[in-house]
């Protein structure tokens, strides 16, 4: 975006640009599809604005998305004090991520450098090491994204959500509508993350749910109505899933151990 539009939105974002930022870093890709980056963010601030995203909810969105690129700025080191604690040591990124979330940089430092334990009635914080520190702070940063983008989502529901946009004397079933189901399938990349486990575990849960609704339902049905059918071959994951959510499985696995 050309800088007065980044000025509006943010003033730490004048004069940035893709190596400014750690979660970004630096890229020699200037065109994807025939379009480059400058292009693609009219484009996206004019699909914004048609479902209503615009003025002071446009900004509030960028500005979310620049708490996060921001929290990927801040760098940590062991406390001289305490070795098990940790410090953050780039006090410029710390004051403009304070500045933009409108808050003291003391506070953000309590929140990434420290968790409250609870125990019984009482409450006490712990120093958290350069690690943890900057696990806490992605995860936090995740945290934002997440948050935005599910109102993003809900925000261009309500905007393309029939009920809401036409004639109050329709019906439901008089208001047409379209629905997607997209089963992408098991991926596997170089580094597979908690994320990406997820994601083919959703994925695992609706090819089963498809199988039981299309094949064994249908073939239950013909052999309780009598009507000969051969036995259908169809690919059964009910292992996969059992590695994944079982009393074993990778999910009970990962909830001991964290």
Request: hydrophobic share 40%.
């Amino acid at each position: 975006a050309p800088d007065e539009e980044k000025a509006e939105i943010w003033d730490g974002l004048v004069g940035t640009d893709n190596d400014s930022f750690a979660y970004v870093g630096h890229t020699d890709t200037q065109v994807i599809e025939g379009s480059t980056d400058a292009q693609r963010w009219q484009e996206t601030v004019e699909a914004l604005a048609i479902v209503g995203v615009k003025d002071d909810k446009l900004r509030n969105l960028m500005r979310s998305i620049c708490m996060v690129l921001q929290l990927g700025n801040l760098t940590f080191d062991v406390c001289p004090e305490n070795e098990e604690s940790s410090i953050i040591t780039s006090d410029e990124e710390l004051a403009k991520l304070a500045s933009l979330m409108g808050v003291e940089t003391d506070d953000v430092k309590k929140a990434l450098l420290q968790r409250t334990v609870e125990a019984r009635n009482e409450k006490f914080t712990v120093p958290l090491d350069v690690v943890k520190a900057r696990d806490s702070t992605n995860a936090f940063a995740k945290e934002i994204y997440s948050q935005t983008f599910d109102w993003l989502v809900s925000t261009i529901n309500d905007a393309t959500c029939a009920e809401k946009n036409y004639d109050r004397t329709l019906t439901p079933k008089e208001i047409s509508h379209i629905g997607l189901l997209d089963i992408f399938g098991f991926e596997s990349f170089v580094v597979n993350r908690f994320e990406q486990l997820c994601i083919n575990y959703a994925n695992e849960k609706l090819q089963q749910k498809f199988t039981l609704d299309i094949f064994r339902s249908v073939q239950e049905e013909y052999e309780y109505e009598g009507i000969e059918v051969g036995e259908i071959e169809y690919p059964d994951n009910t292992a996969v899933l059992e590695l994944i959510e079982g009393r074993m499985g990778l999910i009970n696995v990962l909830n001991e151990e964290c």
